[in-house]
């Protein structure tokens, strides 16, 4: 397989994974690309590279730099801004994790705790206020969960995760 057909199969995947966890697959596959670009790409190249129009490239890389996986990368003498991903995996891993809880998770809970200094009317059994403290225990614990993987040393974090799924 020639480098341009592999890196052209790992672009559609990523792009096709994308979707699963919950980002477009526009956004997915120009994560992909500067991913595996040795160097920063313009606008223009990731249109090109991707077929795609310069709103989405300017939309999805924005919504990339919000994530903090993509960076901004200047280069004396250009007038163009330059991208490039965050080539440390568990990096990569580790911000997709924080913005996901800051994003999903903690709404959530936000949510949960007002509930549970609501009073609720016609609740005479308390089903619904045990079921919102049961959701919210486990959500709280999921926090802390990630919050200390977020905190972990990576050699800790690998070391962890191989001992969990060995033990499978």
């Known amino acids: 397989m020639e480098l341009k057909e592999a890196k052209e199969k790992f672009i559609a995947a990523w792009g096709a994974f994308g979707t ?7 956004m997915a596959q120009i994560h992909a690309l500067l991913l595996i670009s040795e160097e920063p790409l313009s606008s223009e190249e990731i249109m090109n590279q ?9 939309m999805n890389v924005r919504e990339l730099l919000s994530w903090g996986i993509v960076h901004k990368v200047l280069k004396l003498g250009e007038r163009k801004e330059f991208f490039t991903a965050e080539k440390d995996i568990y990096k990569t891993a580790i911000q997709i ?6 994003r999903e998770l903690v709404p959530v ?10 009073q609720i009317e016609n609740d005479a059994s308390g089903h619904f206020k045990m079921v919102m403290s049961e959701i919210y225990s486990f959500g709280q614990n999921t926090n802390k969960m ?13 070391g962890s995760l191989m001992k969990f799924l060995v033990k499978r």
């Open 20 to 26: 699963q966890w919950g980002i477009n697959r526009t």
């Open 50 to 58: 991707l077929n795609i129009s310069r709103g989405n490239v300017n």
């Open 146 to 158: 990630l919050d200390k993987m977020v905190k972990a040393d990576e050699h800790w974090f690998t």
């Open 97 to 102: 994790m924080k913005e996901r809880r800051k």
């Open 109 to 118: 809970l936000d949510l949960l705790a007002d509930l549970e200094e609501v």
